[in-house]
């Protein structure tokens, strides 16, 4: 290559700079830099020489600002051309993004998970919050807004017939404008029609007494031979406000499966008051009554029907009336949290699987809920979770004894019981096979990991899934010599050894990858989110 090829090679194309192409310029020499610091004129003989290296540099610095503006101007450009090709490049991936390509069946998938998550009907979760009631008369969220974003998803979102079948609405203000109100019954009169043949998820909610005569509860009703889900809020008058439900529903669900009732009742007016809206519901299997007194004085169910229920119960008397009620009942969430304690006698729940109990007895109260677990006869329980707060529960471990031929998983929830106490409880259930602890000590990892002179584990022996969640309050080291422990069984009893087979973890404890890793050696680790570590089964 010629030596003016190369020079070519080395200019630069935007601006034609090139660092061969330019003379160098030397730094200011010794005695030069000895005259900055006097006043004295230079040498008669270094003045010409000085003359042209101040010109020389004057020049060069003129070229060096020349090509600084065109560097800048050269940058300037490809910023624009920058700004340019990334529209292009994200145009092009909008074009050519998967999405556009999924068939219709797949999106349609996508389509109902992404209302079903939006739209739970019956999941609680250990503060026991409200089932949540969202409007689908609202042309902005789910499910209409999936028709708005190009015709095939339109197109797809008309078809899916189970995605219109989830309605909410509360009833609005008589001051709402009947333009307004007009619009609101024909968007649930076509929501109504999407769904097609669906069996129908329905949320109402009244701040005030229903009334039979509004235009959206008359269109909801029209279709309740396709209720399958129910959940009904009033505010005020509920007892008349489902009497004149009545009117309109009875006889008319075959299909409803799930009913949940939040009623703002009064005992004085439940004397000789029959509510029996749902009393001819032949596939009604789970009943949730929350923040209503003296419901099951007035509410007209086949009792013997319901296996899954959650009762929050305000009365003493009105928690023993119900369970009493509840003979066959598999699935049982309860929360009672009053002083007062109950005097009737021992309920027997044959039935029973799980229960779900959350108690919040007031400061130094627990004479109540110590009633409600004396009086609970499960023989044949399951799994029980529990959160307690507040003053020590004493009947507590009497319920584990009771249940204790049956029980296999164990979830508790209850800062009091730690070290000594926990283990007292763990005594009286020695058949679990899951447990699950929350905010858990060094101590109680080094309970779990005692071995007894039998030479299996002390407490739980035939534990196979272990779960630690809430607060860390432990090492890593901890978890990690309990699993070994468990782990190593004498040889004799190898044929015959329970293995712990599982460990859950909730994701925010923050156990260290190394730590994991290590334990997955032995055992299968699970990482599960907060969300997903203290709910309810689907009652």
């Not at 399951?382 to 029980?407: C, D, M, N």
């Amino acid at each position: 290559m010629s030596e003016d090829m190369e020079k070519e090679a080395e200019r630069c194309l935007q601006c034609g700079y090139s660092n061969k192409s330019q003379s160098h310029i030397s730094n200011l020499s010794e005695a030069t830099v000895a005259l900055t610091r006097t006043n004295e004129p230079p040498p008669p003989n270094a003045f010409g020489t000085l003359r042209v290296s101040y010109l020389t540099s004057e020049t060069r610095l003129d070229d060096v600002n020349s090509q600084i503006l065109r560097m800048e101007a050269s940058l300037k450009a490809l910023r624009l051309e920058q700004i340019r090709l990334k529209g292009l490049v994200k145009t092009y991936k909008q074009i050519l993004h998967p999405i556009r390509r999924l068939p219709a069946e797949i999106l349609r998938e996508i389509y109902q998970l992404v209302e079903h998550d939006d739209h739970r009907f019956t999941t609680i979760d250990g503060n026991v919050k409200r089932c949540f009631l969202r409007d689908t008369l609202v042309s902005s969220r789910l499910p209409w807004i999936l028709g708005q974003v190009c015709h095939q998803w339109r197109e797809v979102a008309m078809s899916c017939t189970a995605l219109w079948s989830n309605i909410g609405f509360e009833l609005p203000d008589p001051t709402l404008s009947q333009e307004r109100l007009a619009v609101m019954v024909a968007q649930l009169m076509l929501q109504i029609q999407r769904s097609g043949t669906q069996p129908l998820t329905i949320h109402i909610k009244s701040p005030r007494n229903l009334s039979t005569c509004h235009p959206l509860l008359i269109a909801a009703c029209a279709h309740s031979a396709r209720w399958e889900n129910v959940y009904i809020h009033v505010g005020q008058d509920s007892v008349e406000a489902l009497q004149r439900l009545a009117t309109m529903i009875k006889g008319n669900i075959p299909i409803l499966q799930r009913l949940r009732l939040s009623l703002n009742t009064e005992d004085d007016v439940l004397e000789n008051v029959v509510c029996d809206a749902f009393s001819i519901a032949p596939k009604l299997y789970s009943l949730s009554i929350m923040d209503s007194q003296g419901f099951s004085k007035f509410l007209k169910v086949e009792w013997k029907q319901i296996t899954h229920g959650y009762v929050h119960a305000l009365d003493p008397v009105e928690l023993s009336d119900t369970l009493s009620r509840l003979k066959n009942v598999r699935y049982l969430s309860l929360m009672y949290q009053k002083r007062e304690g109950l005097t009737c006698s021992p309920i027997t729940l044959p039935q029973l699987h799980t229960l779900f109990m959350i108690t919040r007895p007031p400061r130094n109260h627990s004479a109540g809920i110590n009633s409600v677990l004396d009086r609970i006869v499960a023989p044949n329980l399951y799994e029980l979770r529990v959160s307690i707060k507040g003053p020590k529960v004493g009947s507590f471990p009497q319920l584990l004894t009771r249940s204790a031929a049956s029980l296999r998983s164990l979830s508790l929830k209850a800062s009091d019981l730690l070290g000594e106490a926990l283990s007292q409880l763990l005594e009286c259930v020695p058949a679990l096979e899951s447990l699950s602890l929350w905010d858990v000590t060094n101590e109680v990892l080094s309970a779990l990991a005692e071995i007894g002179y039998t030479g299996k584990p002390r407490l739980v022996p035939e534990l196979l899934v272990l779960g630690l969640f809430g607060e860390k309050k432990f090492f890593d080291s901890s978890v990690t010599a309990l699993v070994c422990d468990r782990r190593a069984v004498d040889s004799q009893l190898a044929s015959t050894a329970i293995y712990l087979r599982t460990v859950k973890l909730e994701s925010t404890l923050g156990v260290s990858e190394e730590t994991i890793l290590g334990l997955s050696v032995d055992v299968k680790v699970e990482i599960v989110p907060r969300r997903d570590v203290w709910s309810l089964p689907n009652v």
